[in-house]
Structures are given as structure tokens and as C-alpha cells.
């Protein structure tokens, strides 16, 4: 299904973002204020780091390495790791993780990261290996969960509110870089759910990861 969106800006007061999905168009956001703007923001000086498809080793310094050349510095509250491990918060419910592979009841997933929040504001990010099948996606992984991470910081928990924000963030990308990555539908989908169900707060954008100047 091929998305595009139009970002409008009303003297920076107003920002409203619409998808169309092929001759529909959905409006699933009204987001007041200029400080939301960030997820319009420009990303034209890392336009050029995102669109690589080719593959990364799967290691924790490959991965804190890429995250340094998009977003910056890791923050201290947090840490990146990508050992083949995760924690025990995370493999439970028939979850197991081999080697950096992700299984559910047995079976083999494609899961690409987990944020372990640790309960003071600070947390651990989890990367597997589906993560590192191309650099697109493990830049679209890191922001996913750097995004968790901001907000575990500043005390917002909860899945559901979590990813009201992130699937908004990732569906503008998205559209901005079609590139970034493959799962433009999963994002937009978990946001119109979520949203209906009243977990979008406007204000959580504000913890949306900056990228690197």
C-alpha cells in the first residue's frame, strides 16, 4: 500500500498531517502548536545516511556507531545493546531469544528491538537481529527505541501511549524518506488504533529523537 503525506503549517501554530492511502485520504492527527513541528522536521542533512539498504554486522558497536552518526551522542540514561541477549522483563510468555533471534511459541520472528525500562528513568535498548538486515532499518529501529527511551525518561510509561506517538513519528518519516523504513502501513495502523482508543497525547512528541546537525 503506497502512502504519501502532506504536511501543512499554519503560522506554526497549527499542524495537521494527512496520509493519503491510494485514492483515500485518511486524516488521523491535528497536532496544535509549533513545538510539535519536530516531526516535520528537516532531515535533509541525513537524507543521504538513510537511503542504504545494504546490510550491518550485528554487533553493539556497530550499532551505538550508526546511532552516533544519525542522532548524536547516546544519552546517559540509556544504553544500546546488541549481544544476542535480553532481558528477563522481555523473555517471558513464551518468548526466548537465541543469538539475537527473536521466538514466539516456538516459532522464529522478526522482532527488531525492546526497551527495557528499568524504573528510574533510565532503561537498556535491546537490538536483534532483524534489526541489522539493512542500515535503513536499523536507523528506523534505533529512533523506534531511542523514542522509548525518552520517553521512559521523562516517567511516560505504557505500550499503548508509546506507540500512539512512535507510529506517528515513523509514518512521517516514512513518507518524508520512503526509504526509512518497510513498515509505513504496521505504523500508521498502530497509530489509528491506539489513537481511537484515546492514547495519543500531543505533548509525547516532544520526546521524539532528534537527529544529528
Do not use: C
Amino acid at each position: 500500500m503506497k502512502l504519501f503525506i502532506k504536511i501543512l503549517l499554519f503560522d506554526l501554530s497549527a499542524l495537521v498531517v494527512n496520509i493519503k492511502v491510494t485514492s483515500a485520504f485518511i486524516t488521523f492527527a491535528n497536532i496544535q502548536g509549533a513545538t510539535y513541528g519536530l516531526i516535520a522536521s528537516s532531515l535533509n542533512h541525513i537524507a543521504h545516511e538513510i537511503i542504504n539498504s545494504k546490510s550491518v554486522k550485528y554487533s553493539t558497536e556497530n550499532a551505538k556507531k550508526v546511532f552516533k552518526e544519525i542522532f548524536g551522542e547516546i544519552p546517559s540514561y540509556t544504553d544500546i545493546i546488541a549481544d544476542g541477549t535480553a532481558p528477563s522483563s522481555y523473555t517471558k510468555d513464551g518468548v526466548t531469544v537465541s543469538d539475537g533471534v527473536v521466538y514466539k511459541g516456538g516459532k522464529e520472528t522478526n522482532t527488531l528491538g525492546y526497551t527495557d525500562d528499568l524504573g528510574d528513568g533510565s532503561s537498556n535498548i535491546y537490538l536483534f537481529r532483524a534489526a541489522f538486515t539493512s542500515r535503513n532499518q536499523l536507523i528506523n529501529t534505533l529512533g523506534h527505541e531511542m523514542f522509548h527511551a525518552n520517553l521512559f525518561f521523562a516517567g511516560i510509561r505504557g505500550a499503548a501511549r508509546h506507540h500512539a506517538a512512535i507510529g506517528l513519528w515513523q509514518i512521517s518519516l516514512n513518507n518524508i524518506y520512503p526509504t526509512f523504513s518497510g513498515f509505513s502501513y504496521q505504523s500508521l495502523q498502530s497509530h489509528l488504533k491506539f489513537k481511537s482508543d484515546g492514547y495519543f497525547i500531543e505533548s509525547d512528541l516532544k520526546f521524539a529523537p532528534k537527529f544529528k546537525k
